[in-house]
Each structure stands twice: as structure tokens, then as C-alpha cells.
RNA sequence: GCGCCUGUAGCUCAGUGGAUAGAGCGUCUGCCUCCGGAGCAGAAGGUCGGGGGUUCGAAUCCCUUCAGGCGCACCA
């Protein structure tokens, strides 16, 4: 696996170094500033950002620059000043083939590992015991995924983490609800499970509001509970237990990478915290107020103007989830040598998170080598502008949210002339209701509110998932097509995907790919654009914004799409075009693949 | 009151210092009897919430103001 040079990165390099020449010692550093252009492949804008300093007008700086890009090293890059000092960059044609048959001879896609040796703990999903997974869970379930996916992918060490909700006083309740309606069935029912403990524990509650001797008997049980009391902590395991299976049974629906080996519940932090609010107050740190012990952050403040504080014990001796968030970033930090911490969590929680961070920096436990960030996300709405919710009011169950997405991909493929029989047409829609979901949500801006619409997720058209996987779904076609039909003259063979093929030992094939041919205006744009899958990968990593991924992926697909109309791929002119073609189809449908894998979306090969 | 987030085409959204602000949906006009019509090409539609500033250059950075959402002590 060899790591392949971007073209931008090439084109940088040369403006780079001849900037280095034309300007002064001091300013030889400055940035090139080189992006993409429609008047060129690329452009530069770095001589209008240094030319005060140099004391010299932009296009006589860049009258210099295209000199010196032109004595370079070969390939030559084609340099001319435009406007008022503009660089207009255009790369030779072989330039762009060579990284096109060098990216289809690597696995990764000419992806490199530039994440390597870097640990990140994803801390996302986070779904509560006894209870449904609802519309509230899906960001930050898919968001994490994608995240964790990505770091994982770029060679960070990623470790997941689900931090379930499986402790709290409300467990005291239902656990004795269900001591005194044994015939309440419940135990290995599946996905009914866990709308049985919905139920179950709505009449807990209910119970436990209108009957003052439950409410006392409930409250027992929490002491019962916390004590180790043998019979009260069996149950509780149960109610963990099913739970779980429930949980991963959804994550496998949704292709989520969370199991069994990721959960870690907020139970397995209660012998650490009273060590936490003790080494707190030791450190001066927390204070005691109102009888709870708190800690305060310099300048956040309430609607009084009093300090607002972070409680790490209650009055009552309890301990809420500041004090469990404390514990976990110690553990993160101490066993799992974290270097980054990311939370997924609904950006409504922001001021708790900075609380929780400040009190960590300053007792020492998160120190300033290690990042730690709130991924914040905003909410899911309906299409009438207000938090989705059902039409009685009620929160939207997980599976009956995704019921929904792959029942409607269901009914437009059937209406299709997909040829497919009742099986797999069940399994694509499967995979495209779900691919409709996550994509909705992973497209748009992490932090702002998104409006949840079915009708617009699961459309063939647009910026949609559905759309990328039918894209991908149809290059596949092609490349089937390919392989039963050689072309009529002596076969050059088809898109090669390793570097082993019969033509790598020819001069100027690469990969089965003719690097000398000429290139089409489309075949120019779509070969650039897979060329920036690297970059793609690592803004989303350095942004923590996969909606990136999804620009990238959707503007590699219209870049096909016009390929597609203006290049014939089968019935190509010559052999050595109908190769290469089928190089650039082979190379944007791996790239779709790859790049909907990251985002946990199945790319099937028909639909 | 303070803090955070958001304000871009009729609608849903991209675009965090570069030339003319872009997509999808919707509207209008052409084109292709073609490898899976995911059409393709073009038109119309914009005070980038308002104002000021920095810069050779601002949707983008800074200040201010307006509007909306959310958060601000013992629920997690």
C-alpha cells in the first residue's frame, strides 16, 4: 500500500516552492492558497495575500510564479496570471490519470492513515434501561457511528463507548412494581419487551404518585438496591439484560458498530464517586451549597447573576451524572490513555459539558494534552417546523420511525421496473429506508435543528441516500456488463483493480489504465473530484461534520451523472477509452462504497 | 438578565477570506429513439436578517442591533 500524493497537494508543493524563489527569505513560508477553480483545475490566490508585504504588485509577483512552476520538475503544471493576480493551475492530463490507476490499485483508495497513533474514545447513543430507544437517541447514535467510523478509518484507535442509563432512583420504583405483579410478563419477549417495562413502568409511576405506602416501599427498595440487596439486584441485572438485547437488536437493524463489548453503564462508576467528590473538595475545588457539593466555573452565571453551579452530590447524598461524567473522564483519560473524547450528546446539554470540562482541567484529571469535546447536535423536527413527535403528542419509537422510512423505500421500488424478486426487493428496501434515515440526518449541519420529512429522505432525486446508493447501484451494472461483453477488437481488458494486471508491465499503463490518453472535460471533472477523497475524510475528521462526507459523495455522484451523458462507457470509440472509462467508473463506485461504509449506509449492488 | 446555537432563492439546505453566492424540490424553455431517465443543457428566482468595521478582497473575521430556538441548583 503505497500512500498516493493528492493533486492539490502536487499543485501546492510546486506553487509552494515557487513562491520560495520569487519572494524574500522572510515570506517564504507564506501559504499558497490553492483551491479549486472553474476558470482552471486550480487556482492561487497566495500573491494578493503576500503582496504589501513583499512591497511588490500581485501580478508581477505572479508573472514570476509562472515562470518558476514552469522550470519544475515533469509533469508541468500549466500556469497563467489572471485578473488582478490570480494564478490560473491546470494539471496535465496524465497527472490526473496516474493518481486515477493509483487509487484503484490501493485498497484504501489512496487514503491515507494520517490518524495513526491517535486514541479517541466516542462517547454516543446512550439509551436508557427499561426504555424504548425513541427519535431522541437517533443523532447521536448515527452521528457517533460516522465519527467513530471515520477516526477508525483514517487509523486512530477508536474506542466506543455507550454510556447507558441503568441507575437512578427510578429503578427502586420499578423494581418493586414488578415484586408485586410477578404475573407482569415481560422477561425474553423480544422487541415487546421493552414497550412491556414501558408500560409496566408508566404504572410504577402512577402508582407511586397516587399511593403514599408504594411510594415509601419504593423508596426502600432504591436503598435496597444501592445496598447490594441479592434479590432487588438480580432483577435490576434482568431489567439490564433484556434491555440490551433490545438495544443491540436495534443497532444491528440500524448497522450501528455498538454491542455488547461497548456498553458501560453508569452502575459501573459508583465506587468511584464518593473518591471523586472527595479528591474535589481536598482540592478546594468543590464547596459545599445548600448542602449539596458543588463546583463553580468563573464567569457563567444564572438569571439572578449568581454563580451557576455543577452538583456532584446532592443534598440528599445522591449523585447525579456530573459526578459520573467526572469519573469516566478519569477513567478515559488514565486507563484508556485517551488523546481526544468526543460527546455526542444533544446540544442542549452545552453548559453542562463546560461545567463538567473546567472542573476536570482544573482538578487535574483532564490535562491540556487531551481534547475533549461536546459534538453537539440539534433537534429532530417535524415538517411543521416543532419537535417530531407523533400526532397524539407522544415520542417516536426508533423502530416505528424506521418501520416507516423502509416501508415507504418498499412502495417506490415496487412501483419500479426493478426486476427483482420479493426477497431481495424486502432487503434493499431495508437497506435503502434505513440508508434514507441516517442520511437525512447526516447531511445537514450537525448543530443546527433538522425537519425530519419521509417523503424527501427516501427520493431517488436530490441530495439523498437513496439517490447515492442507486448511483453506486447503476456503475455496478456497468462494470457487470463489462465483463460479459468485451469490447470487439483485441481486449485491452477491463478496469484492472490491482496493479498486477495483464498491462502493469506496459509502459504508460498503470492499473490497466492508460495514463497517456487525452481527457474529456467530464472525465477531467470526475477524475478531480475522486481525487479529493482524502481531504474529504479529513475535514470531517478535523470538523467532527460528516454532512462533509455527504457533500463530497453527492458531488462526486453529479460529477458521474455528467460523465455518464457526455462519455460513453461500453461502447466507447477505442479500447484504450472503454478501458479507461471503465477505470473511472470501477474507482467512483468503490469511492461511493467506501464513503457510504463511513457513514454506515450499505451500498447493495442492484436495487 | 446572562450564555450557547441559528438567520443564504418560494420551500429544504450547501458554501468559514478569493473572481459571477451554489444544489435539490417547485416553475418555464430546449435536447437525447444512448451503457438502468439518478436525465442533460438553459431560464426565471437572492438587500446572504439590518447597520458599522477590518482587508487588495467578507455570506465567511470583529463590533453592534433585530428575529427565532435552547439552556441557566440537586431529573438524567
Known amino acids: 500500500m503505497t500512500d498516493v500524493v493528492a493533486i492539490k497537494d502536487q499543485v501546492e508543493a510546486a506553487v509552494q516552492a515557487a513562491l520560495t524563489e520569487v519572494l524574500p527569505a522572510e515570506l517564504a513560508g507564506a501559504d499558497p492558497v490553492v483551491r479549486r477553480s472553474d476558470r482552471a483545475d486550480f487556482q492561487s490566490n497566495a500573491t494578493l495575500a503576500v503582496a504589501k508585504k513583499a512591497h511588490r504588485a500581485p501580478r508581477d509577483i505572479a508573472a514570476d510564479v509562472v515562470t518558476h512552476v514552469a522550470e519544475g520538475e515533469s509533469p508541468k503544471i500549466d500556469a497563467e496570471v489572471s485578473g488582478p493576480g490570480f494564478l490560473n493551475l491546470t494539471v496535465p492530463d496524465q497527472m490526473i490519470w496516474s493518481n486515477v490507476a493509483a487509487r484503484l490499485a490501493d485498497d484504501r483508495l489512496g487514503v491515507s492513515t494520517s490518524r495513526t497513533g491517535e486514541r479517541v474514545v466516542v462517547d454516543y447513543s446512550a439509551p436508557n434501561v427499561a426504555k424504548q430507544m425513541h427519535v431522541g437517541h437517533l443523532r447521536s447514535t448515527i452521528i457517533g457511528d460516522t465519527l467513530a467510523r471515520v477516526f477508525d478509518h483514517l487509523g486512530a484507535g477508536v474506542i466506543r463507548q455507550n454510556h447507558i442509563g441503568d441507575w437512578g432512583t427510578q429503578f427502586g420504583m420499578l423494581i418493586q412494581y414488578l415484586d408485586e405483579h410477578p404475573d407482569a410478563a415481560w422477561r425474553g ?48 441485572r434482568d431489567l439490564v439484560a433484556e434491555s440490551e438485547t433490545a438495544f443491540e437488536a436495534i443497532y444491528q437493524r440500524l448497522n450501528i458498530q ?69 469519573a469516566t473522564i478519569r477513567l478515559r483519560v488514565d486507563e484508556y490513555r485517551a488523546d481526544r473524547i468526543l460527546y455526542v450528546v444533544d446540544a442542549r446539554q452545552a453548559l453542562h459539558f463546560r461545567l463538567v470540562f473546567d472542573t476536570a482541567r482544573r482538578a487535574g484529571w483532564l490535562p491540556e494534552s487531551v481534547h475533549a469535546r461536546h459534538v453537539a447536535f440539534g433537534t429532530v423536527l417535524g415538517t411543521d417546523g416543532r419537535p417530531f413527535k407523533t400526532r397524539s403528542g407522544d415520542t417516536v419509537r426508533l423502530t416505528d420511525l424506521l418501520d416507516e422510512a423502509v416501508g415507504r423505500a418498499h412502495a417506490i421500488l415496487a412501483e419500479r421496473d426493478t426486476g427483482l424478486d420479493a426477497e431481495e426487493l424486502d432487503a434493499i428496501a431495508n437497506a435503502a429506508g434505513i440508508a434514507a434515515v441516517k442520511y437525512a440526518d447526516l447531511s445537514n449541519t450537525r448543530t443546527k435543528d433538522y425537519v425530519y420529512d419521509p417523503a424527501q429522505m427516501v427520493s431517488f432525486t436530490g441530495n439523498t441516500g437513496v439517490y447515492l446508493q442507486y448511483a453506486h447501484a447503476r456503475i455496478r451494472s456497468i462494470l457487470r456488463k463489462a465483463e460479459q461483453t468485451p469490447p470487439d477488437t483485441t481486449a485491452t481488458g477491463t478496469a484492472a483493480t490491482s496493479a498486477a494486471g495483464p498491462d502493469a508491465g ?46 463530497y459523495l453527492y458531488a462526486v455522484a453529479t460529477a458521474y451523472t455528467k460523465f455518464y451523458d457526455t462519455c460513453p462507457v461500453l461502447t466507447a470509440p477505442n479500447p484504450t477509452t472503454r478501458t479507461n472509462r471503465l477505470a473511472l467508473c470501477d474507482l467512483t463506485g468503490r469511492t461511493l462504497d467506501t464513503g457510504l461504509g463511513l457513514l454506515g449506509i450499505t451500498a447493495p449492488e442492484r436495487m
Open 258 to 326: 455498538l454491542d455488547h463489548d461497548n456498553f458501560d453503564g453508569e452502575s459501573r462508576y459508583n465506587p468511584a464517586l464518593p473518591g471523586i467528590v472527595e479528591a474535589l473538595t481536598e482540592a478546594g475545588i468543590a464547596i459545599e451549597s445548600d448542602g449539596a457539593m458543588v463546583t463553580f466555573t468563573d464567569g457563567v452565571v444564572n438569571a439572578d447573576g449568581d454563580p451557576v453551579p455543577l452538583i456532584v452530590r446532592k443534598r440528599d447524598g445522591g449523585y447525579g451524572y456530573a459526578a459520573t461524567d467526572l
Open 189 to 236: 419477549r423480544g422487541a415487546e419487551t421493552m414497550d412491556a417495562l414501558d408500560g409496566l413502568y408508566k404504572a410504577a409511576r402512577k402508582e407511586f404518585e397516587a399511593d403514599p405506602a408504594f411510594a415509601d416501599r419504593a423508596r426502600s427498595r432504591v436503598v435496597a438496591l444501592q445496598a447490594g440487596d441479592e434479590a432487588t439486584v438480580a432483577t435490576w
Open 506 to 551: 506496459e509502459p504508460g499503463m498503470l492499473a490497466g489504465v492508460d495514463v497517456t490518453a487525452p481527457l474529456e472535460p467530464a472525465e477531467r471533472a470526475l477524475a478531480l473530484a475522486l481525487d479529493e477523497f482524502d481531504q474529504a475524510l479529513r475535514d470531517v475528521a478535523d470538523t467532527l461534520e460528516p454532512h462533509r462526507l455527504c457533500g
